[in-house]
C-alpha cells in the first residue's frame, strides 16, 4: 500500500501532479531535507504531516521554488518546474507576511493575478471579477474594502485562500492553513478544499493537525528530514508510522495511543477514519 | 521675528506675501525645486516607511558625503557627485552584507560613518571649511540653479516612472515576499531596484536639503500619510503632496522670519506629523484613547 522511493521512481513525471526526485535541501550545514523522492497524482487531497522543524514548510518551498535545493528533477504537472510552477497556487504561512501593510482585502485578493501579468500589465476587469468571485466563495466579499489588519486570524487565512484561488493553480499547496483559525473559517478551507480536489486538481497540505489530516486527506506524506512514509490515510495512519514520524516512544495508554517525541507527548486520534468530532 | 511677514500684509494682504517672494528668482528655483523635492521623497518615502528602510536611507544621505565634496571642491554638480558615490557605496554594501558574520545593519552602519569620516577629512583641508560643511550638511536651497530644476525634473520622472511602472513588483514584494518569490518575481532585482530609488531621491535632494536633513523628507512625510489612509496608492499620492506643500510653506516661513530654510522645512514636517498622530481618528493617540475608552465598557 505505501510508496517506497523504489516505487515513486517508478512513476512517470508526465503522470503525476507533482513528481519529486533526489531532493535535497540545506540552510548553511543543516540538512533540512535528504533524498526525498514523491509522486503525487492528480486529484488527491494530499496531508504533509511531521514534527515542528522536520521540513514540511522546506519541503513545500522547494517544490515552489523558493529556497535553494538540490533535486535530479522536480517536475509539476509533467514539466519543469521553472515552467510548470505557474500552475502552483500558494497559501503561505500567515506570519510571514506584513499585516500592518496599507492594502484591503481586495487588493490582497488581486496579488493572486500579478504571477501570470506581463511585466508592466496590470489586472484587467477580468481578474477583478476573479478577484470578486474567489472573495464570496470564502465568505469575504462583504469585507472586501476592508484592511487586513483589521481581520481576525480566520479572515486573514480566507483571503489568503482567495488570492490562491485568484492563482488559478491547478495544484494547491498551503503551509499550515488551519493554524489558529475559528471552526467556521477551518470548515469553509476544509470544504473548498474538497470542491478543489474533486474538480480534478491536487491539494498538497502541510499541517499539524493530526486529527483533520486523518479524517480529511485522501494520502498522507510523512516528513522528518525525509520522506518517512507516504501512500492512503488510512496506510499510513498507524501509530507505528505515526512514532516512526515524530521520532519518539509509542505508548499504548487503554484506547488512547501516546507518542512520547521530542516536541512533548502527542496524542492521537482513536479513531483514523472516523466520523467528524461532535 | 515677524516684522517682515506684518510689513507685507499690511502693504497688501496675504495675496501680496505669497507673491512678494516671486519676485527674487533665487525664490522662484528654491519654491520649485523643494516641492518637487518634497513630491519625489514623499512617493519614494512610502516604501522606506512600509519597508522599514530608513536606517538605510539615513546610510545612504550621509554615506555619499565624499562624492559631494568632491564634486563641491572640482565645482562640479553635487548631483553628479553624490550619484557616482551612492553607487560605489551601494556596490560596496551588497559585497560586505554577503558576509555571514556581521549583520547587515552593523555594515551599513560601519561603511557609511567610516564614509562621511572620508568626506570631513577632505573637506577639512579647505581655508573655509567649516562654512563649506555647513552648507553641505544642511543644504542651500537659494543656491538652486534653473538648471538644478532641470535635474531634479529629469531624475523626479524617473523615480515617479518606476515607481508607477513596477507598482506589482514593489508592492508584492514588500508585502508578502514568500508569495512574490513563489511567483516567479525576482526579488534581489526588485530590491535593488528600489534601492536605487532610495539613493536617487537622496542624491537630488542633496541641493536643497543637505545630507542631514534629506532623510526627514524621506521618512516624515510619508509616515504622516501612513496614518491617513489605508491605501497604499492615496498613501504615496498623500505624501507626495504633504512634502511638497510642506516644502513651500517651509520656505516661505524662512524668508519672513529668516531662518534657515531646510530646518524649517524638516521642523514643520515634524510638527505636522505629531499633530497628525495625536488628532488621527483612525491611527492617532486620540482614536487609540477612544478605543481602549471602547474596550473598557
Known sequence: MLQDAEQAKSFLPADCALYVRGLNVRYGENVALHDVDLAIGWGKLVGVIGPNGAGKSTLLKAILGVVPHQAQEISIAGRRQAQGRKLLAYVPQREEVRWDFPVTVEDVTLMGSYGRLGLLARPSVQDRKLAAFALEQVGMYDLRRSQISQLSGGQQQRVFLARALVQQGRILVLDEPLNGVDSSTQETILNLLTDFRQSGGTVLMATHDLETAARLCDELCCINRTVIAYGPAAAVFTPETLARTYGGTLLHAGHQDIIIGTNGPLMLPTKPEGEPRV | ?297
Open chain 2, 1 to 297: 521675528m515677524f516684522d517682515a511677514f506684518q510689513q507685507c500684509i499690511s502693504a497688501g494682504g496675504v495675496g501680496n506675501c505669497l507673491s512678494n517672494p516671486l519676485n527674487y528668482a533665487f525664490m522662484r528655483n528654491g519654491l520649485i525645486e523643494v516641492a518637487l523635492v518634497g513630491l519625489i521623497c514623499g512617493v519614494v518615502g512610502c516604501y522606506v516607511v512600509l519597508r522599514g528602510l530608513s536606517f538605510l536611507g539615513d546610510a545612504f544621505s550621509h554615506g555619499i558625503l565624499p562624492g559631494v565634496v568632491i564634486a563641491y571642491l572640482l565645482g562640479q554638480s553635487v548631483f553628479l557627485g553624490g550619484l557616482l558615490a551612492a553607487v560605489v557605496i551601494g556596490l560596496i554594501i551588497s559585497l560586505l552584507t554577503q558576509s555571514q558574520r556581521i549583520s547587515e545593519d552593523t555594515s551599513i552602519g560601519i561603511l557609511f560613518a567610516g564614509s562621511f569620516a572620508l568626506g570631513i577629512v577632505l573637506l577639512s583641508s579647505q581655508r573655509n571649511y567649516t562654512s563649506s560643511l555647513t552648507t553641505i550638511l544642511i543644504g542651500y536651497v537659494l543656491g538652486v540653479s534653473e538648471s538644478d530644476i532641470y535635474t531634479t525634473l529629469l531624475a523626479g520622472a524617473v523615480v515617479l516612472g518606476i515607481v508607477f511602472l513596477f507598482y506589482k513588483q514593489f508592492l508584492i514584494t514588500s508585502f508578502d515576499r514568500g508569495m512574490a518569490a513563489a511567483m516567479g518575481f525576482r526579488l534581489g532585482l526588485i530590491d535593488l531596484g528600489l534601492i536605487v530609488l532610495i539613493a536617487l531621491a537622496v542624491v537630488t535632494s542633496l541641493q536643497a536639503l543637505g545630507n542631514i536633513l534629506v532623510l526627514a523628507m524621506l521618512i516624515t512625510p510619508s509616515a504622516t500619510a501612513r496614518l491617513l489612509t489605508d491605501r497604499l496608492p492615496v498613501m504615496m499620492g498623500l505624501a507626495g503632496l504633504i512634502g511638497a506643500v510642506e516644502g513651500l510653506v517651509g520656505l516661505y516661513f524662512s524668508f519672513y522670519v529668516k531662518i534657515a530654510a531646510g530646518g524649517a522645512i524638516v521642523l514643520l514636517a515634524t510638527l505636522v506629523f505629531f499633530i497628525v498622530i495625536t488628532l488621527s481618528p483612525k491611527h492617532g493617540v486620540i482614536g487609540w484613547l477612544r478605543q481602549r475608552q471602547r474596550q473598557a465598557k
